[in-house]
Structure formats: structure tokens, C-alpha cells
């Protein structure tokens, strides 16, 4: 069993830049591909981004593409999610999940799931 604690979120500035983390508990966390979902009020959970286990492999979403970055160090069991030139459309509390079976990146099939860091972007 994994379990996931995200951190980093806050309030910031549109144009600005946040980097959360997700921090898993276990030894096999190498081989659980890692996921980010977003959620904003009223609206249904997203995929923003996918790293496979090892990291040799990533996967994003068209609205986050080329502003966000997702990175891991498995040596610290940690998954990172890098973003920048935030909108106020951005905001959501974020999520990650991870998932040691097979699974398509961008649907919402991930065993595990953390309890969500808060992401607010003002204009």
C-alpha cells in the first residue's frame, strides 16, 4: 500500500509559479506510475499530468502543456509537479494518485490517492 501527502500549494499571482510535491510512503514507490488531477468548485476532476515509474516518460494535458512539468526522485519517493506561468483558470486543489498496475494516463484509474493541496491563482 501507498499512501500520498501533497504540499506546496498557496496563492499566487497570475504569471507566477508554484511547485507541489507529492510524497509517498513505501519502498516499492519506483514502480508506481504517478498521476496529477486538479478539481475547482462546481466543476469534475481533470488529469494535468502523468510520469511513468522510472520517469522516462511523461504526459500532459493539453491546457497545462508547456507551462507545467512533472519530475520525480525516486530516491526521496517524491513526485513534483513544476508550474508556471500560472492563470487564474489554474485554480483547483491538486491531487496526486499512483497506480503500479497498468493504466492509461489521463483517465482517472489510479489505486491510490492523496488528499489534496489547494492551488489559488488570482488575476
Known amino acids: 500500500q501507498v499512501q500520498l501527502v501533497e504540499s506546496g500549494g498557496g496563492l499566487v499571482q497570475a504569471g507566477g509559479s508554484l511547485r507541489l510535491s507529492c510524497a509517498a510512503s513505501?519502498?516499492?514507490?519506483?514502480?508506481?506510475?504517478v498521476a496529477w488531477f486538479r478539481q475547482a468548485p462546481g466543476k469534475e476532476r481533470e488529469f494535468v499530468a502523468h510520469i511513468t515509474s522510472k520517469g522516462g516518460w511523461t504526459h500532459y494535458a493539453d491546457s497545462v502543456k508547456g507551462r507545467f512539468t512533472i519530475s520525480r526522485d525516486n530516491a526521496q519517493n517524491t513526485v513534483y509537479l513544476q508550474m508556471n506561468s500560472l492563470k487564474p483558470e489554474d485554480t483547483a486543489v491538486y491531487y496526486c494518485a499512483a497506480t503500479n498496475r497498468g493504466v492509461v494516463p489521463g483517465t482517472d484509474s489510479y489505486d491510490y490517492w492523496g488528499q489534496g493541496t489547494q492551488v489559488t491563482v488570482s488575476s
Open positions: 513505501g519502498r516499492t514507490f519506483s514502480s508506481y506510475a
